[in-house]
């Protein structure tokens, strides 16, 4: 049971916002019985407006039995009133009941003292009529399920700023292209969602339906026009207070971007050409491109689907439905997820849902924010457009005649007997390597031959998309996890077949290989010192070159021969998603393994480069670098020097692969 203060200041609080006499408040509260509800307990409600029940403890959920159907009419939290009267969807005809949540206590105040003074007291009837309206507003609004965790105090002032506002049958309420800054629920009547372009009627909402938020949370036009169907009652909502609680309430601001989410209608964007493809597994493929601003797009499976049904007809729920019945995958977030980035994209018009989505994921740990930061610290990039009118200038020249059979058979010979030139110099150029003039010559030609050789071999890739019909479409230079690169973008080949694109990523292989032959040749004929050491490095950096394009474990030219092979875009973030999520599982049966091989060796192959590339830093400065480094600075800082760079190689590269996996693993738990 209640003490007799609580039970006096709660009779107060909910009478506070009418004028009564000290005498009449007095009465009620003296005449005012308690009543404890177990949870589960059911307890019969007076359809009388002026009957008034106050929650003081737990919740209360009200409930009326309407056409063999049980339906939720309303709640009542602490302090709320739980009388018939003050909730929305009542059908006077049948009794309502409060069924109790939670252990409640509740306050019934004497109905025939309650009336005798409403009856009597206009001003305070007025208050009360205007308090009950309210109270049905806020369930109302908090029904729309967007403010279902609100709380009261959060309700009151959203509801208290609205304003009522009755549309006639066939009346305009939203025009679609006006700039929106207000939202409506329905408080009764019904509405028609209307694409004014086509005349089509999108969705019929009726009583406690919420519409036009789209353009008031997202700062853009109305899409769609909406029509009264019959007179209807709504009530509207300011953008600010609404703003201000999905700022403040988490749980608010995720519903309402379900909400977004659901309502959308993503339409293919204008201009996008398509590319059908068959996968080696005989699976429909489609590559998207998008010739303005050079994007390409690969879709298969799901993803395809999904991208036949965004004509703008169907909603992310009609998308995630359709999944379900016709593929049997029920996954409404991979539908958000995958229309999010073809969105991000510019495969999809931009629209309301999907960008409220992308806001909300702005917001990241810290952690995950230090992990961008390094990722972006390891790989960045420097785009150089404008460049295929000079490719194919190249390739009209030297083109036709390096890219023929004949060619190719003669390339390989040459490849072949380059290699056995190698093998047969580097005993003269390492002699020579280690006078002062030759050391000297190392030093001073390492990076340059380096970075000729890098150049010439994206040129190769370059010659090779033109070969093949394509387009080039920029050049660049960046820095790619622990050293300087030199790119040329090959994404227009997306379009072309699976050979195609493994000519034009072997094509820069190849010409390493040529040109460290001949290079090799040089150094093998030469009789001048500095030629030797200069020939020789050339070829050196060649081969170094060779072998880490060819390392399948880092995106580069073997990566991608490799996934072409294997018709498997993905397989670096399937093989990674593949690790984060069944390593534990594996660890504890090994047999889990079956029919995941590939995902298994090229995860732990990722995971074992990382080893190679610390103690590959380790030999080579032991054996190269430690030397020379102390006759500059003392011997104890060479030692440290010795352990510091390989440590260092081996955390960055550490940092990065769990960035990777931690972004594979979100994706796949979304």
Known sequence: MLEETERSELVRAALAYGVLTSEDLEALIRMARDQHVPAGTVVCLERDDATCSLVARGHLILRQTRNGADHVVGTASPGESCAAGT????????????????????????AELFRR?????????????????????????????????????????????????????????????DVGNEAYVIVDGSVDVIDAETERVLATLGRGAMFGEAALLNDVRRNATVLAREQTALLTLEREPLLNILQTNAAARARMIDLLNSRDRPLRADGIESYRQIAADGSKIA??????????????????????????????RDLATALFTE?????????????????????????????????????????????RTVRG??????????????????????????????????????????????????????????????????????????????????????LAVKAVGRRVESVGIGWFWFGPIVFVDTSDTWVCSRHQRVLVAAAGLVANLVLAAI??????????????????QFAF??????????????????????????????????????????????????????????????????????????????????????????????????????????????????????????????????
């Open 377 to 462: 610290l390891l790989t960045w990039t420097v785009h150089y457009d404008d460049v295929d009118g000079a490719f194919a200038a190249v390739y009209r020249v030297v083109g036709p005649a390096l890219f023929s059979r004949p060619s190719a058979v003669l390339l390989l010979l040459v490849a072949v007997a380059g290699l056995a030139a190698f093998v047969a110099s580097t005993p003269k150029a390492v002699a020579l390597l280690w006078t002062p003039a030759g050391a000297t010559s190392f030093v001073l030609l390492m990076i340059p031959a380096y970075a000729l050789m890098i150049a010439l071999h994206e040129a190769a890739h370059g």
């Open 287 to 316: 590559v998207l491109k998008d010739p303005v601003h050079h994007k390409y797009f690969r879709l298969s499976g799901d993803s395809l689907f999904l991208w036949e049904r965004c004509d703008g007809t169907h909603t992310i």
């Open 541 to 670: 950096a060649a081969y170094v070159g060779v072998v880490e394009n060819l390392n399948p474990l880092l995106e580069f030219d073997g990566y991608y021969v490799l996934v072409d092979l294997l018709d498997r875009p993905n397989l670096r973030r399937q093989s990674l998603a593949w690790l984060g999520s069944q390593f534990g599982a594996v660890a504890r049966n090994p047999r889990l393994i079956r029919g995941h091989v590939v995902e298994c060796v090229y995860s732990a192959g990722t995971i074992a480069y990382v080893v190679f590339a610390a103690v590959q830093c380790l030999v080579v400065y032991r054996v190269v670098g430690q030397h020379r480094l102390a006759q500059i600075v003392p011997a104890g800082i060479a030692e440290a020097a010795a352990w510091i760079l390989p440590v260092g190689v081996c955390v960055g590269a550490i940092v990065k692969l769990a960035s990777e996996l931690r972004r594979v693993n979100d994706a796949a738990s979304a």
């Open 87 to 110: 909730f929305a969807d009542i059908d006077a005809a049948q009794p309502v009941v409060a069924v109790a949540a939670s252990d409640a206590d509740v306050v019934h105040l004497d």
């Open 327 to 371: 593929r049997g995958h029920f996954a409404p977030q991979t539908v958000i997820n995958t229309v999010g980035q073809m969105k991000r994209q510019g495969f999809l018009q931009a629209d309301s849902g999907v960008r409220a989505a992308r806001d909300e994921s702005r917001t990241s740990s810290v952690a995950a924010r230090i992990a």
């Open 117 to 177: 003074i409403v009856d009597a007291d206009p001003a305070f009837a007025a208050a009360l009529r205007d308090r009950t309206e309210r109270q049905m507003l806020e369930h109302l609004v908090r029904a729309t399920s967007s403010f279902d965790e609100v709380s009261a105090d959060e309700m009151r002032g959203l509801v208290r700023s609205a304003h009522r506002r009755v549309a006639q049958a066939g009346e305009e309420i939203v025009t679609q292209g």
């Open 519 to 536: 290079a090799s040749a040089t150094a093998l004929r030469s009789a001048s010192p500095i030629a030797v050491i200069a020939a020789w």
